[in-house]
């Protein structure tokens, strides 16, 4: 890669964000693009956001994602939110349209286009069940509710934000007891629990692996370990499953659609992501 004086710049914010996977998945997919583009990551500290919505503008950077603690208070400095940012509170992409800057979520429709690439699974008329109601959760709830899912129900040990997460999905949505797991095509860890912490390993299940069976896809949006006991549980009982890897990949994809206008190329971004997670308990 040659940096140079026409060479694009585009950056993750974010706080903590030196451990962000984004800056080799989008150097990845630059390079295989062929694009003159380099991908940066910038500490930014809470309260700071709309300042670097301004350094965009100024500095001319083709493209920001935007992480913790700033999904929310990047939306003042915008000139526009799409929709399902919009209806989250919360922005995880900003790109140009024309002088205005735009902000996005694009985790839903990654997590959409995930199960689509990996299972050839439309959620149009699924019985969908999410674990957890955290920003993933809400991300994952919307975009199923808007791909036409039959139901969503939401799994959550704190009632109110289970309440509030299954409303992004309107006369389709509602907070569930765990039983309903058993009936649901499509099931969602969009909890914590399993995750891999500090290279340990943890078996953990987020919900009650009997209610899982053959004819479902159950989805853990973990992607350390690569396969989650919940995962391990799903296939011994004949369930389809994916990791965490595929909403990854496809939510930094409509990231690189937008800020340059051209398909992203997902092999090499996956790539650059297995390179990292395989074999390495760190990313
Ligand atoms: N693959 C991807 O691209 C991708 C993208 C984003 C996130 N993720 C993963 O998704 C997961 C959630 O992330 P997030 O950003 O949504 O987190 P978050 O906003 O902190 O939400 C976490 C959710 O999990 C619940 N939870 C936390 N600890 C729990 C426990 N011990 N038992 C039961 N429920 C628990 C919380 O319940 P309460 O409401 O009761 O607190 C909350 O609903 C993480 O594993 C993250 O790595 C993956």
Redesign the pocket.
């Known amino acids: 890669m040659r940096v140079d004086a026409t060479t694009k710049v585009a950056a993750v914010i974010g706080d903590p964000v030196t451990h962000s996977l984004s800056p080799r998945i989008h150097n990845a997919a630059f390079a295989a693009a062929g694009l003159d583009w380099v991908y940066a990551a910038f500490t930014v500290r809470a309260g700071d956001a709309v300042g670097a919505v301004h350094a965009m503008r100024t500095l001319g950077l083709g493209g920001l994602s935007v992480t ?1 603690p700033h999904k929310a208070a990047v939306i003042e400095g915008l000139d526009d939110v799409e929709p399902d940012a919009a209806a989250l509170g919360a922005v995880n992409c900003i790109a140009w349209d024309g002088e205005r800057l735009v902000g996005a979520n694009t ?1 839903g429709e ?2 959409v286009a995930g199960l689509r690439a990996d299972h050839g699974l439309d959620p149009d008329g699924t019985r969908c069940v999410v ?9 994952v709830v919307l975009s199923l509710a808007r791909a036409g899912a039959a139901s969503v129900g939401v799994v ?3 009632r109110a ?2 309440e509030a ?1 299954a409303a992004l999905a309107g006369g389709v949505g509602g907070v569930v007891d765990p039983a309903a797991i058993a009936d649901a095509d499509v099931v969602v ?7 891999q912490r500090d290279g340990a390993p943890t078996d ?1 299940l ?1 919900c009650e692996p009997g209610l899982l069976h053959e004819g479902q896809v159950v989805v853990d ?4 370990p690569l396969r989650t006991r919940l995962l391990e549980e799903a296939e011994a009982r004949g369930a389809a499953t994916s ?6 990949v496809h ?1 930094a994809g409509a990231a690189f659609e937008r800020w340059t206008g051209i398909p992203a190329p997902l092999e090499a971004m996956r790539s650059a992501v297995a390179e990292v997670t395989e074999g390495s308990p760190k990313s």
């Open positions: 913790m985790d990654g997590f674990l957890g109601a955290g920003g993933a959760a809400r991300a959550n040990r704190t934000t289970a997460a860890n969009a909890t914590p629990v399993g995750m953990e987020p949006l973990i992607y350390h990791n965490g890897v595929s909403m990854l939510q």
